[in-house]
């Protein structure tokens, strides 16, 4: 007992031990990548998840493959993280459909997601209804549609072909382009001028760098890892404003001044507006509203949830889309030929009829998205007691987390051929478009919340793909390593580089996203350390 009662005098002796108890997990889970999770005393699934952090869209695919469909992700016991991960269709069609009800958002995704606000993304029962119907009527007026196909043409045909060409460097010379750059920018001014009515010009040859889009990307790696640990840890780093929490409140900080320079310059009426831009119906729409300070809010977080959704999820869409072509050639063709076939080569300006008929190109991106869905996973609360098709049992307090990118690599799913880039599985033998139930391919969401913009992304990729495909040439060099960023959208990792095969001039593909490796700082792991000391 002495012996006993001295080593609990030593808490540096205890830590020594925990420390070297959980780099041996870390180094153990890192070199054997296990496909299953252990489940440790005290700490859960933790060691598993940190020591695959850097793979975890993979890691997870393998884990959901082993698993059926399914599995139970616990963490410590002494923190709310409990989650249902699920891919199975059966069960996201319970979720998204059948008991919709039971499953909304949930406080915990409100908290997670903050820096959306009050915003669609972030709402539940009224609050999402009547700003969904709000968002409905606006994208689906004559009027909004002919100002997305006009300015779609505009910025592309105006803007991105010619600064493309420009860093092609000709036919003789091909130059290194940051093609996910391009498209982020591109996505960035275009959804800009669309829910703004303003330029931002970040798209100019000089790439500079935009304050208010650097702080997107930042807030969004910060969000996902909030995921990965206890409420209570980023809770706690976000009240100290340390670590990644500290960077988040700048990029929110960024966030909001420009936003509200924008509204504030769009009620006086100043700057360079368009009547058709989603800003100008919702300050209409607010009109009513004495408060200003109210008003504001709701036009801030309405406006935010508006640019993550056209932003991100379309920029890192056409960055997969590309890479995919370029390792196959001969879907790159068939588009090619599409176009011939209804004289959209070099055309200066796609016309929305026109769009409609090039079913290949749209069964091209329907794949790509399968494959790399933007928004890689769902958050999903439990209100009620359920059991799922799957026969998982389910209470309030769990989470559930529906895995996307596992979804399209499930042989359960899609067949033996899951992970084969097949334009033509979309296809019927009519040559019609061949539909797919939203539950099983869910990159624009299912059921009440299907994606209000799903019309408006596929317009603005046909419209790049139709434009860039017409006059230039991707290719890869070979030897490149290309992976998801960790981030709630699905960016690219790592570079690409291509060469020039003389054909046309070469569109040479460098991402030079950051790599972000699995490392932990001192604030964090000094809090693992005193919580656990505090337990024994």
Request: proline share 4%; hydrophobic share 40%; glycine share 6%.
């Amino acid at each position: 007992m002495a012996s006993m009662a001295s080593w609990l005098t030593k808490p540096e002796l205890i830590l020594s031990i925990i420390t070297f108890v959980l780099l041996y997990l870390f180094r153990y889970y890192h070199q054997s990548h296990h496909h299953l999770l252990l489940n440790f005393p005290v700490i859960g699934m933790l060691p598993g998840l940190f020591a695959n952090l850097h793979w975890v869209h993979d890691w997870g695919t393998n884990i959901i493959r082993a698993s059926g469909g399914t599995f139970m992700f616990r963490g410590p016991w002494f923190a709310s993280m409990e989650y249902v991960v699920t891919s199975d269709p059966a069960n996201i069609n319970h979720i998204f459909n059948t008991n919709f009800i039971n499953y909304p958002k949930g406080e915990e995704f409100f908290e997670i997601f903050d820096i959306l606000g009050d915003g669609i993304f972030n709402s539940d029962g009224e609050s999402w209804r009547l700003q969904r119907k709000k968002a409905h009527n606006l994208m689906t007026d004559h009027n909004f549609k002919a100002f997305l196909i006009k300015s779609s043409n505009s910025k592309v045909y105006t803007e991105l072909i010619p600064l493309l060409q420009q860093l092609a460097g000709g036919e003789k010379e091909a130059q290194v382009v940051n093609l996910q750059d391009v498209f982020l920018r591109f996505t960035f001014d275009a959804t800009c001028e669309l829910v703004f009515g303003v330029n931002p010009k970040s798209l100019s040859p000089e790439f500079p760098t935009i304050p208010f889009s650097k702080a997107m990307d930042e807030a969004m790696t910060v969000i996902l890892l909030r995921h990965t640990v206890p409420p209570q840890w980023w809770k706690l780093l976000r009240w100290l404003n340390v670590s990644g929490e500290k960077k988040l409140a700048r990029a929110r900080k960024v966030i909001d001044q420009f936003i509200a320079e924008v509204i504030e310059k769009k009620r006086d009426n100043h700057g360079n507006f368009r009547d058709s831009n989603l800003l100008t119906s919702y300050i209409k729409d607010t009109s009513s509203i004495e408060d200003i300070q109210e008003s504001n809010k709701i036009l801030r977080d309405t406006t935010m949830n508006l640019m993550l959704a056209g932003r991100d999820t379309t920029g890192a869409a056409l960055t997969w889309f590309f890479w995919l072509l370029s390792k196959n050639k001969q879907a790159e063709e068939k588009i090619i030929e599409e176009l011939k076939q209804y004289s959209l080569v070099k055309k200066e300006g796609i016309a929305g009829e026109e769009l409609g008929k090039l079913v290949y190109l749209h069964a091209a991106l329907c794949e790509s998205l399968r494959l790399y869905p933007p928004v890689p996973f769902e958050h999903k609360a439990v209100v009620k007691e359920d059991v799922l098709p799957s026969g998982v049992e389910v209470r309030p307090g769990i989470k559930i987390l529906i895995f996307l990118y596992g979804i399209g690599r499930m042989k359960e799913v899609w067949g033996e051929d899951c992970m084969e880039f097949k334009p033509e599985r979309w296809i019927s033998e009519k040559g019609k478009l061949r539909h797919e139930p939203s539950f099983k391919f869910l990159s624009f969401n299912a059921g009440p919340r299907t994606c209000l913009g799903k019309e408006v992304a596929f317009a603005q990729m046909k419209t790049v793909v139709a434009g860039i495909l017409s006059r230039f040439h991707v290719d890869v060099v070979e030897g490149q390593v290309v992976e998801p960023k960790l981030s709630i959208i699905l960016h690219t990792k790592n570079g690409i580089d291509g060469e020039d095969k003389g054909e046309k001039p070469e569109l040479i593909w460098l991402c030079i996203t950051n790599y972000i490796k699995c490392h932990y700082d001192v604030s964090f792991l000094c809090l693992l350390a005193m919580v656990l000391i505090k337990m024994v």
